[in-house]
T-cell receptor, first 116, second 112 residues
Framework: AQKITQTQPGMFVQEKEAVTLDCTYD???????LFWYKQPSSGEMIFLIY??????QNATEGRYSLNFQKARKSANLVISASQLGDSAMYFC?????????????FGTGTKLQVIP | DADVTQTPRNRITKTGKRIMLECSQT?????MYWYRQDPGLGLRLIYY???????NKGEISDGYSVSRQAQAKFSLSLESAIPNQTALYFC???????????FGAGSRLTVL
């Protein structure tokens, strides 16, 4: 079974609109963390946002928010007021375990294109 | 200068050649990682190191080796490159107990 599933290979959004990128995860570890990274066409990986499994509130970072639904094992990324510069690949990732090696597993990514 | 520097950024080589990708960091992080990115597959872990004397295999280590020459340096070697090792390779670092990975800019390797 896939640890991290991103079911949307590609998405379009109109500039200034909000968009939700889906991510579901699978783990039996009670302690885990969820991340989103952005990869623009230039190729670098940029950290966007982090949510810990014990965090009570959804994480927010500027225009990015993580809609964490623990019972449904989903960690969707919401980008508000989309900008042209948001066009990129977006990867959801999960860290499992405490101490020692904490395995990080990445999803296959969603390519977001913002339309002017 | 970037916190995590990878060299070379692009490399084209032939089947059977030995290739080394180098990574250096100024973050002072103990932990370093090598990932491989293929279209449609996301990022997969090749090797990771928690300190100079600690090297561990990731999920796809066959055909690769690594060396942690110093806390700040972690190199990835392909002893005899093959075409299916054509990919974008990322070095990443993290602090012990921290959650976020800091990535280098990537090294694009093409094996003909």
């Amino acid at each position: 079974a896939q640890k991290i599933t991103q079911t949307q290979p590609g998405m379009f959004v109109q500039e200034k609109e909000a968009v939700t990128l889906d991510c579901t995860y699978d783990t039996s570890d009670p302690s885990y963390g969820l991340f989103w990274y952005k990869q623009p066409s230039s190729g670098e990986m940029i950290f966007l946002i982090y949510q810990g499994s014990y965090d009570q509130q959804n994480a927010t970072e500027g225009r990015y928010s993580l809609n964490f639904q623990k019972a449904r094992k989903s960690a969707n990324l919401v980008i508000s007021a989309s900008q042209l510069g948001d066009s990129a690949m977006y990867f959801c990732a999960m860290r499992e375990g405490l101490g020692g090696y904490q395995k990080v597993t990445f999803g296959t990514g969603t390519k977001l294109q913002v339309i002017p | 200068d970037a916190d995590v520097t990878q060299t070379p950024r692009n490399r084209i080589t032939k089947t059977g050649k030995r290739i080394m990708l180098e990574c250096s960091q100024t973050k002072g992080h103990d932990r370093m990682y090598w990932y491989r990115q293929d279209p449609g597959l996301g990022l997969r872990l090749i090797y990771y190191s928690f300190d100079v004397k600690d090297i561990n295999k990731g999920e796809i280590s066959d055909g690769y080796s690594v060396s942690r020459q110093a806390q700040a340096k972690f190199s990835l070697s392909l002893e005899s490159a093959i075409p299916n090792q054509t990919a974008l390779y990322f070095c990443a670092t993290s602090e012990a107990g921290a959650n976020v990975l800091t990535f280098g800019a990537g090294s694009r390797l093409t094996v003909l």
